[in-house]
C-alpha cells in the first residue's frame, strides 16, 4: 500500500476515534460535571495520548499527531471541568 493510502485509513481512524469523544465533551460541558470520571483515568489516558503525539511527531506521522492532539485537548477539557467543579 502506497504511504497516501497508509495515511488515509490513519487519517479515517483518527476521525472515528477523536469524533467518538466529542458526545461525552459536550455532555460534560453541558451538565458542567465531570463526576463519570476518574482523575486517574483523565491522567493515565492523557498521559498515553501525550505519548502518541510525541510518536507521531518523531516519525512525522499527521494522522497520529492530529488525532491525538485533538483528543488530548477534549481530554484535557474534561480535566479542566473535573477540577474545577469539584465539590
Given at each position: 500500500m502506497?504511504?497516501?493510502g497508509i495515511e488515509a485509513v490513519g487519517f479515517l481512524a483518527a476521525t472515528l476515534t477523536?469524533?467518538?469523544?466529542?458526545?461525552?465533551?459536550?455532555?460534560?460541558?453541558?451538565?458542567?460535571?465531570?463526576?463519570?470520571?476518574?482523575?486517574?483515568?483523565?491522567?493515565?489516558?492523557?498521559?498515553g495520548l501525550s505519548c502518541w503525539l510525541g510518536y507521531g511527531l518523531l516519525i512525522g506521522s499527521p494522522a497520529i499527531v492530529i488525532a491525538n492532539g485533538l483528543?488530548?485537548?477534549l481530554v484535557l477539557s474534561i480535566g479542566w471541568?473535573?477540577?474545577t467543579s469539584a465539590k
Open positions: 502506497a504511504d497516501v477523536t469524533a467518538s469523544f466529542l458526545p461525552q465533551v459536550a455532555k460534560t460541558w453541558r451538565t458542567g460535571s465531570a463526576d463519570d470520571f476518574s482523575m486517574l483515568w483523565i491522567a493515565l489516558f492523557g498521559a483528543t488530548l485537548a471541568i473535573k477540577t
